[in-house]
């Protein structure tokens, strides 16, 4: 009978998702890459991975690849803007594209493909503006720091677990804010002790989700927190708390 250690490894290397150079979900930018190119025109930098897949905090089950599209500083066009034009681009060409908050959700070949456009601050540095659907208004990020502090953690096998009893039990958590979460949870915790972790950072979601306060590293005044509404948070917090009580074949398939 395997450990729990041993259960936990079983279920991550069930849920894991080629990020290699050779991974067959990389062939969808090849695919969305003219259209962003026809769209964007000498105003692109640079279109490559982001979010988890580039972080390496991908599971199966949510997005297959994000794709970011850095656009110079000096595109005239309002950010609004910016996100409709694409938006409709994608559409004129067939792809169905879906709103989402900061994203465009498309299906590329049976992936799921969130393409985000931001425009830099500066002309050379890695802050972007982005525009923010859910609230009308825009909101910084840095695509890099994002992807050097969750990578850097140590602590992606914790982040993909949590990911993985998200998607399971179909909770409302971002990811960005879940992957900051475990983190923050897991400050001082012993790296690798994977069994030891995964209770650490289900106790501080039932008891701490509601009230620990997260901000983006790249961004102090937007505050990771605030991303999700006290229901959802009381939903999250509450299946932590009876997945503490559940047995772990239960709580992670």
């Given at each position: 009978?395997?450990?729990?250690?041993?259960?936990?490894?079983?279920?991550?290397?069930?849920?894991?998702?080629?990020?290699?150079?050779?991974?067959?979900?990389?062939?969808?930018?090849?695919?969305?890459?003219?259209?962003?190119?026809?769209?964007?025109?000498?105003?692109?930098?640079?279109?490559?991975?982001?979010?988890?897949?580039?972080?390496?905090?991908?599971?199966?089950?949510?997005?297959?690849?994000?794709?970011?599209?850095?656009?110079?500083?000096?595109?005239?066009?309002?950010?609004?803007?910016?996100?409709e034009?694409?938006?409709?681009?994608?559409?004129?060409?067939?792809?169905?594209?879906?709103?989402?908050?900061?994203?465009?959700?498309?299906?590329?070949?049976?992936?799921k493909?969130?393409?985000?456009?931001?425009?830099?601050?500066?002309?050379?540095?890695?802050?972007?503006?982005?525009?923010?659907?859910?609230?009308?208004?825009?909101?910084?990020?840095n695509?890099?720091?994002?992807?050097?502090?969750?990578?850097?953690?140590g602590?992606?096998?914790?982040?993909?677990?949590?990911?993985?009893?998200?998607?399971?039990?179909?909770?409302?958590?971002?990811?960005?804010?879940?992957?900051?979460?475990?983190?923050?949870?897991?400050?001082?915790?012993?790296?690798?002790?994977?069994?030891?972790?995964?209770?650490t950072?289900?106790?501080?979601?039932?008891?701490?989700?509601?009230?620990?306060?997260?901000?983006?590293?790249?961004?102090?005044?937007?505050?990771?927190?605030?991303?999700?509404?006290?229901?959802?948070?009381?939903?999250?917090?509450?299946?932590?708390?009876?997945g503490?009580?559940?047995?772990?074949?239960?709580?992670?398939?």
């Open positions: 009978m395997a450990t729990i250690d041993e259960h936990l490894r079983l279920v991550l290397a069930r849920h894991r998702i080629d990020t290699s150079a050779l991974s067959p979900v990389r062939g969808v930018q090849s695919v969305v890459e003219p259209t962003i190119r026809q769209w964007g025109g000498p105003y692109i930098v640079d279109i490559g991975p982001s979010g988890s897949f580039a972080k390496g905090t991908a599971v199966g089950g949510g997005t297959d690849i994000d794709i970011f599209v850095s656009l110079s500083s000096s595109v005239p066009d309002p950010l609004k803007t910016i996100y034009t694409l938006f409709t681009a994608f559409s004129n060409l067939g792809f169905q594209p879906r709103r989402q908050n900061v994203s465009i959700g498309l299906s590329v070949g049976g992936w493909v969130d393409v985000t456009p931001g425009r830099r601050q500066d002309q050379y540095g890695n802050y972007h503006s982005l525009w923010r659907n859910k609230t009308g208004s825009w909101l910084q990020t695509i890099k720091e994002h992807c050097r502090v969750v990578s850097g953690s602590r992606l096998d914790e982040i993909r677990l949590i990911k993985i009893w998200r998607n399971r039990y179909g909770l409302s958590w971002p990811s960005f804010y879940l992957e900051m979460f475990v983190i923050d949870a897991l400050r001082g915790a012993r790296i690798g002790n994977l069994e030891a972790n995964i209770i950072v289900l106790r501080a979601t039932a008891d701490t989700l509601a009230t620990r306060r997260l901000i983006d590293p790249a961004n102090t005044n937007n505050t990771l927190s605030e991303t999700l509404d006290a229901n959802d948070k009381f939903h999250v917090s509450q299946t932590a708390r009876a503490l009580n559940s047995p772990w074949n239960v709580v992670f398939q």
